[in-house]
């Protein structure tokens, strides 16, 4: 049992004065409450000396239990601790992140200058409760965000997130007991990308659409990599005979522009290439060395999407016959996940191919395209079923 006590202090001097100094500004009428006569001792974990006052001997024997079981099970937060405003848990969770790349980390520190500091930082981290983080959720939802706009559901989330992460490292730090940002519901997020599935001639007509960057357009529909992959990959990640595309980068958008990053999800891959693909990406490699791009942009750098989408892509749309699908760069993604499934890839293939993290990802977003195979197991499985009475019925 952890070794708590309560003390009367009564006769102790400084209890005295300041009952005399309580008692001269009672007649001049003040409505303070009286010092406390019963004091509550213990030694927290770190073996420093705590002490609380109360006016009542029921109060503090209450305490007393309260702080046993506490210390006896491990479950004890200093109280000190919990006056530790917000704001400074935030800067020290901030700079704790070590694996997030610099996009994630900018995206995380808007969100705590927008939203969560100027709501948050002046409370001490032991008084925000559960309701509080309900009423603000709902102001969110409900309230114009700083830019004028309603917050998406997804934006939403994502600043509950960052929030409910500052909080953890609170709890982790001994500071508050709880994560007063767990059990929440949350906006609903609906996935407003209709998915596009062109079919091999669509592509094709897209593709010569293009012009010169037929290669890129047929890359994007039959590869299926992100276009920040696809802008940010090298000659020499172009393996002909193997004939596979080696996907270790992107670019990723900074403050101050472009900047070449990990992929997505660190999942590094590598991405088959159609046969008939080879001879028309071959000319592309005795242009530029191991380091070049290979998809460059007119000046040499990266292809700028907000450029390249209006004046080439959009343009080969419309002169595709295209037009009204709504077809977008990122959408080739579709088309080549659907194309794959169509030719036979399982799940496994098809989340190697995107650079998915898991299958299950890949089945929530294409399982529809999987062909129905329960008829095939009904009649494998009856195959066997009468199999085995033929066999029966022969030994009989």
Known sequence: MAKVWIEDRERHADYQAAMEKWQAAKREGSKRNPPGRWRVRWYGPDGKPKAKTFAKVPQAEAEKRALEERLGKGSYRDPKQGKTLFSAVAEEWFSSLRKQAERTRNDYRELLDLYVIPKWGQWQVAAIQWEDVSDWLNVLRDQPGK????????????????????????????RIAVN??????????????EHVYLTHDQLAALADAAGEHRVFVLVLGYCGIRWSEATALEAGRLQLDTRRLRIVQAHTRVKGGMKIGPVKNHERRSVPILASMVEELRPLLAERRRNQLLFPGSDGTHLRYTTWRPNVFDAAVKAAGLDGLGITPHKLRHTAASLAIAAGADVKVVQLMLGHKSAAMTLDVYGHLFPDRLDEVANALDAGRKSALAARTAER
């Open 180 to 193: 007063p940002a767990s059990g929440h519901e949350l906006p609903r997020i609906e996935d407003d990308d």
């Open 147 to 174: 830019r004028g706009k309603p917050l998406s559901p997804a934006r939403i989330a994502k600043t509950h997130l960052v929030f409910s992460m500052v909080l953890k490292r609170a709890a982790l730090s001994g």
